[in-house]
């Protein structure tokens, strides 16, 4: 099968937009476009016209593109069924286990709520790609806006049971904040510091630390690790269950300043 092109596209502040596309195809996508103007720069460079805007949820940025875009290409908006009422412009809502088609490759959606209650992800199994949102991040995971910590454990166990090849195309450049909370997690973590310093020099050139792999994310990421013990001594949790665990080391998250 010919190659999926992802490519990011960096928007407001710290937002990735993702542009997929195969040049031996005329469908091509726009992953969460927060703004219209980056991502109709990088389609002039490339010489392409989306034909669809792919949606992950309802937050202004990583929508706040749709209107503009669907205007100029005509593109279809695909989103959360579940969420349809506040995904601006949609035209076909997907639910959990149904297929979306990009001309000839094929996203399984996963229903991936606390983030947000309609959260979606789109796994292109062929490619190994998982579009994420703002539910798993590198080395990190989305707040619980409207949800609890047993629901995103939920939605984190589904993303983990993909391969670990798979790579996580996320929505935000948090990768070094989130590691700097880890390693207050996990400071013995050989694969964790070794990612770091990856991380850093990464940044220091400006470059970007997505996509990263589940098979990393496993490694390295605390919300993925509730079986670490050097973790659960951490959060002085030890004998607790995953979910605890998890729900511990959110808590601990959204209080971080460092």
Not at 98 to 117: C, K, M, N, Q, Y
Request: hydrophobic share 40%.
């Amino acid at each position: 099968m010919p190659e999926l092109i992802i490519e990011p596209v960096l928007c407001l502040k710290d937002n990735y937009a993702w542009l997929v596309y195969d040049r031996s195809q005329t469908e091509c996508a726009i992953v969460d476009p927060s703004e219209a103007e980056p991502v109709r720069r990088r389609l002039s460079e490339r010489g392409l016209k989306i034909t669809h805007i792919l949606n992950t949820h309802h937050h202004l940025d990583h929508v706040g593109g749709n209107f503009a875009l669907k205007e100029e290409f005509g593109a279809l908006v695909v989103g959360p069924g579940k969420d349809a009422a506040r995904i601006p412009g949609i035209d076909i809502g997907v639910h959990e286990g149904e297929v979306f088609d990009l001309g000839t490759h094929s996203a399984r959606i996963f229903e991936i709520p606390a983030h947000t209650r309609g959260h979606i992800a789109f796994w292109f199994a062929d490619d190994y790609a998982v579009f994420t949102g703002d539910t798993l991040f590198a080395m990190g995971c989305g707040r619980l806006f409207e949800g609890d910590p047993p629901t995103m454990w939920s939605s984190l166990s589904k993303l983990m049971a993909l391969p670990d090849a798979t790579r996580i195309y996320c929505g935000h450049e948090y990768t070094e904040a989130n590691g700097r909370y880890a390693l207050t997690l996990e400071p013995n973590n050989a694969d964790l510091i070794a990612r770091m310093g990856e991380v850093r020099s990464a940044r220091a050139q400006l470059k970007p630390t997505v996509p990263s792999t589940m098979g990393e994310e496993k490694k390295t990421n605390p919300f993925l690790r509730t079986r670490s013990a050097e973790l659960r001594r951490a959060l002085g949790l030890e004998q607790a269950d995953d979910v605890e665990i998890f729900g511990e080391a959110r808590r601990r998250k959204d209080l971080f300043t460092g």
